[in-house]
C-alpha cells in the first residue's frame, strides 16, 4: 500500500482494475434503493387518491374543478405543469454534479445536504392548508411538488450517477441491480403496503411522516456505507454545458434507450395509482375475514400491493438468469414483452365465473408484478453501459448528464401519467361504473408495448461495442 493509499485519499478508495467491488458496498449501494421507492410509490398510489378520491368514497375532495374540468383532471393538469416546468434542472443538475470538485468527490455534498429537504417536502404534499376542497390547495401542491421534485433530483440523480464509476465490471453492477430490485421491494413495501395500513389506521399526514423518516433513514446508511468508495469519484468531466448536452442527446444508444424507460415507467405509474381506484369499484362487493372492500379499502389495497411485491421478489431471480445467459437487454426486452401482454387482462378480472373477484384480482396484479420487475432491474445498468460507450466516444465520463437527461424525459413522460390516468378515469371510476378504471390496465400495456418497439433499436450487449 503506498503512503497516499494508507493517508486515506479519495483515490484508495477506487477499486482496483479486474477486482470486484466489495460485497458490503454493492448491498449498501442496493439498500439506497428502499428510500426512492418508498417515496415514489407512496406518491404514486395515495397523492391522486389524496386530494380527488373517487366520487363514491369515503374521504373529501380537496381539489375544485376549474372551468366546468373535472377536479381530477385538474389535478392533473397540475402535476404535469409542476414536473413539465422542474425537468429543465436535471440535465443542469447532472452537469453541476459532473464538474464538481470537492473534497467529498462530485456526489456526496448533493447527497448530504437535499436529503433532508427532499423529505420534508414529501411530508408537506399530504398537509394542505386547507381542510376540504379548496383552490388553495391546488395551488400549494402545485408549487410545493416543484420543490419536492427539485430537491428529489438534487439528493437521490448524484447517487445514481454513483454506480458506472464505483461498479467497471459487469458482474458487479448486477450484483448491484439484483440487491437494487430487493431492496426496491421493500421501499415498495413501505411504499405501497405498509403506507396502506398507516394510512388505513392512523390517516395521511402520520402515513407521510413515516415514509419520510424511513427514507431519510435510509439514505444517509447508505450514503455512509460508500462513503469511501463515493469520495474516489472526484475527476470533474471536461466538456462545456452546451458541449455535454449535445453528447448526451446524440449519443444513439442513449436515445434508443430513453423513449423504452420513460414509456415502461409511465405504464407502471398508471398500474400503481390505478390499485386504490381498483379497489373501490372493482373489489367494491369482495369480502374476505368480515372485511369488505368498500369499508376496508386500506386492507385491500394492502392485499393487491402485497401481491404486487411478491410478484417481483418471485420473478427476479428469473430476470437475473436470463440475462446472465442472454444479456441484459434480451431480459429487458422480454420484461417489456410480457407487462404489454399482461396489463391489458386486468381488464377483465372479476369477469370470470366461477371464482370470486378477490382472488382474479390479486393473480392479475401479482402475475403484472412479475413483469414489473424487469423495470427496476435493468433500467439503471444498462445506462452504467451506455456512459462507458459513451466514454469510448469522447474520451470523458458525465455520468450524471446521462441520468439527469434520463431523469428530464423521464420527467416529461412521466409527468403524462397523471393526465393520461385521470381522462381515462372519465370514462367511468365507481362501481355503478367502473369502465375507466377498467381501461388503465390495456392503456398501460400499450404504452410499454411502444417501449419495446423502441428498445429494439439498442445494440450494447455485454460490452461496450455498438
Known sequence: MTASAAAGSPSSAAPAAGERLPAHVRFAFGFHSIAGNAVSQTWALWLLYFYAPPSDADIATRVPGIG?????VALGVALTLARLIEAIDDPLIGYWTDRTKSKWGRRLPFIVFATPFWALFFVLLFTPPAEGESA???????????AFFLFSNLAGAPFEALLPSIAPRADDRLSIASWQLIFGVMGAVVGLSLSSLIQGWFGFAVMAMFVAVIALTVRYAAAAAVWRYARADATPSTPGFRKAVSGTISNDQFRAFIPSFVLFQMGLQMLTALLPFYVEAVLDDAELFGLNGRDDEGVFTFLLTAAVIVGMLTAMPLFVRLARKVGKAEAYRVAMLWAAGWFPVLFLAGFF??????????IGVFIAGMATAGVFLFPGILTADIVDYDQTRTDTRREAMFYGTQNLFEKLAGSLSPLLFALVLLAGDSASNPLGIRLVGPVAGALVFVAYLS???????????A
Request: net charge positive; glycine share 10%; charged share 20%.
Open 136 to 146: 388553495l390547495n391546488l395551488g400549494y401542491l402545485f408549487f410545493l411538488a416543484m
Open 68 to 72: 366546468g374540468v373535472d377536479a381530477r
Open 353 to 362: 365465473p366461477g371464482t370470486p373477484a378477490l382472488p382474479q384480482a390479486v
Open 455 to 465: 428498445f429494439r433499436r439498442y445494440r450494447l450487449m455485454e460490452g461496450v461495442e
